[in-house]
């Protein structure tokens, strides 16, 4: 990954008068964006940033990472040891503040995302009333199980933690029936970076896709 990629879809909206319209001229959310203008000045002074330099989106997130300004300040990180957190520029520094994210949201090592699952043809119907958007609250396993939700993971591999399920539009190769799946911790964690199951269920097919090349090359 080149700098220069890097910084090529950070954005294009003066992130100062983004902040200041949605501040000023959007009563729903002033509150919020008032604290993101105050943390996005304050950014600015650490990083030696000339406030009116920075551009992003049109809500003021930052960055490759599209950090909002408060995010950048609690989250990012100098990973390449340059003296400052760039996540404009600086792909160590990119992925090393994501990862960062993740793991102060209770990212947990090793363990699934998301897991196969099943629903019995006789309970079928109230379990996808528990679904909101696509996506249900988390309750134990066993709660599951004795609705009639089960997955082929062997036991050992299920986690302990409470569990929801979410549903898929077509099959995680991009045809076919809706599919759902238990939803572990991991997966919960990914929704605190973006809400929209559907992009934290691609987050998942990314990273599973990576991780088969590496492989396959010899890296895993």
Not at 38 to 52: A, C, T, V, W, Y
Not at 173 to 182: F, H, L, N, T
Not at 187 to 201: G, K, Q
């Amino acid at each position: 990954m080149s700098r220069r990629s890097t910084a090529e879809n950070t954005g294009s909206y003066r992130t100062l008068d983004a902040l200041t319209t949605l501040a000023f001229d959007y009563p729903r959310r002033a509150t919020f964006f008032r604290g993101e203008l105050k943390q996005f000045l304050l950014l600015s002074r650490e990083l030696d940033m000339p406030p009116l330099a920075a551009k992003g989106s049109y809500a003021g997130a930052l960055g490759v990472p599209q950090f909002m300004p408060g995010s950048y300040r609690s989250f990012a990180v100098d990973f390449d040891g340059s003296g400052r957190a760039d996540l404009w520029t600086s792909p160590a520094d990119v992925i090393g503040s994501v990862a960062n994210y993740l793991a102060r949201h209770d990212w947990q090592r090793g363990q699934p995302v998301l897991l196969a699952a099943t629903i019995a043809d006789a309970t079928r119907d109230e379990v996808l009333r528990k679904l909101d958007g696509g996506l249900s609250e988390r309750r134990a396993l066993d709660a599951w199980t004795a609705d009639g939700v089960t997955s082929t993971e062997p036991a050992g591999n299920l986690p302990s933690d409470p569990v929801g399920l979410v549903m898929l539009e077509g099959s995680p190769e991009g045809a076919g029936a809706d599919s759902y799946w238990i939803a572990c911790n991991n997966f919960y964690v990914l929704t605190r970076y973006n809400r929209s199951r559907l992009y934290a269920a691609a987050v998942w097919e990314l990273a599973r896709a990576v991780k088969s090349a590496r492989v396959a090359a010899g890296r895993g």
